[in-house]
């Protein structure tokens, strides 16, 4: 009896690594081609039903992202922007109040760098289109102008659901932060269906829940400049990873790269930065942070980084050279035949 | 463990056993380098049957703006003609790891890279 016992044993022991083998079957990976944004998925483990459900739930939340807050086709998000401008109360459409609630906040911890309110500036520049300008850029004395209006959130005055505009120059425009508000809604019905495995990616900023099965999800960066991957790291039970790059929406005018992050103090694109990724709990602060810090540039992103609360970030200078905490350092691993050079700021 | 509770066939089952592992291990598993495999292209939610990256070529895709074309050399895939105004598409360059995606939005054209095993799950930028 004892002799079969010891048989069985040993028999489960040496087949116990072979069910490894089996676990591609668990994981379920689709594109979602939808209102003008690619939704890439990741299951891990999930049934048939939850995985049609998901893929509802996504198509979902990019309907409501499109229609609700375009920031320049007639919108919820452009009706408001309409009676902002008016400068008389009105009450604010249910959708739209949690974010600006948000971005209230997020515009104050960061200083005013994440500026939702400058959506007149990102239409002069050209950006408020499907398709990228040609350029020239705007003339100088038109972004003064525009500048000297000083629009911020704070120009908003929030009265329970009832909204006032103090400044007429105020446009919002959500573009540097619905992407990731979106996500994170996502992934909250995502877990309400009971999933508990899964990475949303939409358009290459992304949140994971869970694992992929025994070990963490792996995450590759892009490089912002050049190709390939720059570094992967291992994500944690629910974390985001967002980058903003000057390679996002751009045109090149007479040699001179003209991007999408328009800095709020000066009124044309941030210079110095290439890129900036940021890892955190939460989508739509990271994608706020995201810009903020991109923004801030080399010298300052540390300071907006602890005032926003993030841990995590990694900097790709305009000179190739790489910023980081040491929190970062310690999770990053490079993917490049060169290490790349690396400068280390203090803790955040 | 005392030899007499093994036969002489059970040692051979497990000895068998054991020298199969590093090839199960090697198979399964250890794709180190996350190497693309084939590349399935997405045109409008269509598939189209996947095209191996050892194939060299060069091919035009479609899409509802207008061609696009594609090169597939060593191992990689890229666009290098696409009717989109941004061209990220093709800003974007080579693309050789499995699990990477790539799309020309405007041209409703995605890639997918397919391997073995990848090596990310998923890619930010």
């Known amino acids: 009896m004892r002799l079969q016992q010891n048989r069985i044993l040993l028999l489960v022991i040496l087949l116990l690594p072979l069910g490894g083998c089996s676990r591609q079957e668990q994981l379920h990976h689709a594109q979602l081609f939808s209102f003008g944004t690619l939704v890439d998925v990741s299951l891990w483990g999930a049934s048939p039903s939850q995985i049609e459900h998901a893929e509802q739930v996504i198509h979902e939340e990019l309907r409501t992202m499109h229609h609700v807050w375009h920031a320049w086709q007639p919108s919820p998000l452009t009706d408001i922007n309409r009676k902002l401008q008016e400068g008389t109360e009105f009450t604010c459409p249910p959708e739209l109040l949690p974010l600006i609630v948000q971005a209230k906040d997020l515009y104050r911890r960061s200083g005013g760098l994440f500026n939702p309110a400058i959506g007149r500036l990102v239409a002069l520049w050209g950006f408020h289109g499907d398709s990228p300008p040609q350029g020239p850029p705007p003339r100088p004395e038109a972004i003064r102008k525009l500048l000297a209006s000083k629009p911020g959130m704070d120009d908003i005055t929030l009265h329970g659901s009832r909204l006032l505009g103090t400044n007429s120059a105020v446009q919002l425009d959500f573009g540097a932060f619905a992407k990731g508000y979106a996500v994170d809604r996502i992934i909250d019905k995502l877990m309400r269906l009971g999933i508990k495995n899964v990475i949303v990616n939409a358009g290459g900023d992304l949140r994971a829940i869970g694992h992929h099965g025994e070990r963490p999800w792996r995450i590759g960066i892009r490089n912002p400049r050049g190709q390939g991957v720059l570094a992967s790291i291992e994500l944690g039970e629910d974390e985001s990873v967002f980058t903003s790059g000057d390679y996002e929406r751009f045109y090149d005018y007479k040699g001179t790269r003209y991007h999408h992050i328009i800095d709020p103090r000066t009124g044309y694109p941030a210079r110095g930065v290439t890129s900036v990724t940021v890892i955190h709990d939460n989508a739509a602060e990271a994608d706020a942070a995201a810009t903020a810090l991109f923004v801030a540039g080399p010298e300052k992103w540390p300071t907006v980084a602890r005032q926003l609360g993030i841990k995590y970030v990694m900097l790709v200078d305009d000179k190739g050279k790489i910023h980081m905490n040491p929190a970062m350092a310690e999770r990053i691993r490079f993917e490049t035949a060169d290490r790349p050079e690396v400068v280390l700021s203090e803790r955040l | ?125």
């Not at chain 2, 180190?32 to 035009?60: D, F, N």
């Not at chain 2, 703006?65 to 974007?92: H, M, T």
């Open chain 2, 1 to 125: 463990m005392n030899s007499t509770l093994l036969t002489r066939a059970d040692r051979l089952a497990i000895i068998a056993c054991v020298a199969l592992l590093p090839w199960l291990y090697a198979s399964f598993w250890n794709n180190a380098t996350g190497t693309g495999e084939e590349v399935h292209i997405v045109v409008g939610g269509r598939e189209l049957p996947p095209i191996s990256l050892t194939e060299e070529q060069t091919l035009t895709v479609q899409g509802s703006l207008g061609p696009s074309i594609l090169e597939i050399a060593d191992n990689r895939v890229r666009f290098i003609s696409s009717p989109c105004q941004g061209k990220q598409c093709i800003y974007s360059g080579w693309h050789s790891h499995a699990g990477e995606f790539v799309a020309c939005l405007p041209n409703r054209i995605a890639l997918q890279i397919t391997g073995r095993e990848s090596r990310f799950d998923t890619f930010n930028y």
